[in-house]
Nanobody, 124 residues
């Protein structure tokens, strides 16, 4: 599966952005999907994930209650609604796909498929 992330931009603290990730290729609906981010000088970190059926979602503590992940299998797309943005949310955001949710959530493994990243900048 190939992934294309979009929707990043510059926003003031307290504002909102919605990231989208469009998938092409077969079998999207069988993949767990996730969002990761990498800030300058820092390691890439997990942000959120959603199961193939959308019945389970997972969030990093730093974004819980502010970000919402969702997916539309009919459109081969996954979304990240980001509200109450903070300057520390500034990063390049990547969407990812893997057929195993545990791979998405583990700090010791990486998903098989990655999008190209979209920049999110939150000004104070």
């Amino acid at each position: 599966v190939q992934l294309q992330a979009s929707g990043g931009g510059l926003v003031q603290a307290g504002g909102s952005l919605r990231l989208s990730c469009a998938a092409s290729g077969r079998g999207f609906s069988s993949y767990a999907m996730g969002w990761f981010r990498q800030a300058p000088g820092k390691e890439r970190e997990f942000v959120a994930a959603i199961s193939w059926s959308a019945d389970s979602t997972y969030y990093a503590d730093s974004v819980k209650g502010r970000f919402t992940i969702s997916r539309d299998n009919a459109k081969n797309a996954v979304y990240l609604q980001m509200d109450s943005l903070k300057p520390e949310d500034t990063a390049v955001y990547y969407c990812a796909a893997d057929q195993v949710m545990a791979t998405m959530l583990s700090r010791w493994t990486e998903p098989d498929h990655w999008g190209q990243g979209t920049q999110v900048t939150v000004s104070s």
